[in-house]
Structure formats: C-alpha cells, structure tokens
C-alpha cells in the first residue's frame, strides 16, 4: 500500500495520505508564505491517489493555526475534489481547540461546501 508523508514545522502542516486506510491527514501549522507551491502540490497528490482504485474516504484536519492563503487553498482543494471526484463520497472531520475562534471558523466555511 502506498503512503506519503510531509514533517510539518512551526509554518508547515504536516500531510500524511494512507492508502490502506484511505485517510488524508493535516496537522499543525498553517501559515507558510508560500501556500501556492505546497497546496497545489498537495492537491495535485490527492487527486492521484484517487485516480486509482483506492477513494480517500476521511480527510481528518487538525490545525492549531491556518493563515487566510491556507484558508483558500484549502477551500479550493475541497471544491475541486468534489467536481474532478463526483463519485468519492469522503468525510472532512475538523478538529480545533476550542479556544482557536479562527480554525473553528474555517471550519464551518468548509462544513458549508459539502
């Protein structure tokens, strides 16, 4: 089974695809100043992964911090999965800590294009 994997920093989410468990992770950090190169590449990674047999059916986020250009992308990654991928049925569970009124607001963005 394939697996990739991204460490993340203090600026760098990290990014784990499994194929076994059809699961994409993202975590930590989000507030890199290059958001285009590492978001298109990640979305180009996710549509690879389903271009096979195997369907992400769970993309788990767990963001302690996300800038506004990590917010875009994320959103665009979201809704261009759903158009390329109309058969994937995949379930978006966002975790925060309840004090982060940010994340929890992208959060609910996000809940809103599904």
């Known amino acids: 089974m394939r697996t990739f994997a991204i460490e993340g920093d ?14 994409v992770e993202i975590s930590g ?13 990640l979305l180009k990674w996710m549509i690879a992964f389903n271009s096979g047999t ?3 059916e769970t993309i788990n986020i767990r963001l302690k911090r996300i800038n506004d250009s990590s ?10 999965l759903i158009n390329l991928l109309p058969s994937a049925n995949f379930e978006v569970n ?12 992208c959060g609910r963005t996000f809940q809103q294009l599904s």
């Open 10 to 23: 203090l600026n760098v989410p990290s990014i784990f695809i499994d194929e076994e468990k059809s699961t």
């Open 71 to 80: 917010t875009k992308w994320l959103s665009l990654i979201f809704k261009k």
């Open 94 to 105: 966002w975790y925060f800590e309840g004090k982060n009124r940010r994340v929890l607001a």
């Open 29 to 41: 950090y989000s507030t890199l100043k290059d958001t285009n190169w590492f978001y298109s590449n």
């Open 54 to 56: 195997s369907k992400t």
